[in-house]
């Protein structure tokens, strides 16, 4: 699974969605065109790219840590609360979070399962001096009891960092790892796929982009993103299912620096990619889907 923060299904818009305005070949080779609200379905060699409801009947903007908890804990979390909340859950999720997580899930059953993403020394930091403020994929995995990823995991192949190459590791918090090429990523996170029964990645600077906190190139990131996933799509083995999703709109419409109501985007390839199709209506159907077919 490949957890895409803020990428929603937008308007065909050559000026303020990026995927129109820069093109994006993991949706135009793939699937023979971009996504739009328009053309919300496409199917093409077996593979499903299809909407996702964020909204969850609840009024507002949705927002990452509801939207997480839904797709992570299989419940609506937004209704729980009685409104959408973020970037972290609400005190009142953790306890859910906490029992019913899928890494928790999947580890009962008696299956390996692995969040492959690596925390740099000041995330280790962080968590040391007390602070719990986290994400909903950091918080499952430590409420699970899986050791989060470190840069020697990243140095010895056996992870991941959150932007793939490596690059602003190096550049923004003074590490000193080899630069890798998206593809190389990509090939290294089917590697660690193979070995496990559920392999949990996530990519959160799309929606740092969305908000206008990203400092770089936007071509660039997005670039560095579609090479990822093109190769993971196309090198997937026929034994693999890939599910590729996301917690809300946002990055799709740069017009406005907030969430959108769009419809988040789903990706579903490999073995089960039209069970997942069929059965992936909204978030909260996301971890049952995926539950089902490990059972």
Known sequence: MIFLDG???GNEDYQNNPFFKFGFNAFSEIFGKIPSLKNQLLKRNG?????????????????SGTGQTSIFCGMNASRYIGKHFGPYPYSTLIPIISEQ????????????????????????DYIKSGRSRLSVTSLSSRLSGLRLNTS???????ALTAEITNERWNIKLGYNLKRIKPETA????????AQNSFTLYEYFLTDHLGHGRYDGDAQILLNILDEFLST??????????LLICSDHGNIEDLSVKTHTLNPSLAISSG?????????????????????KILR
């Open 7 to 9: 990428v929603g299904i």
């Open 47 to 63: 593979s499903y790219l299809f909407p996702v409801d964020a909204r969850l009947g609840v009024e507002g903007f949705p927002q």
């Open 101 to 124: 997580n899928i890494f928790k899930e999947v580890l009962a059953l008696g299956e390996k399962t692995f969040f492959a993403n690596a925390y740099p020394k000041v995330f280790f």
């Open 152 to 158: 020697t995991d990243v140095r010895n192949g056996k």
């Open 186 to 193: 990509a090939r290294r996170l089917l590697k660690i796929a």
């Open 232 to 241: 993971i799509l196309k090198e997937l083995k026929d034994d693999m299912t």
């Open 271 to 291: 073995a089960y990619a039209e069970e997942f199709y069929k059965e992936i209506k909204d978030l909260t159907q996301i971890k049952p889907a995926i539950m």
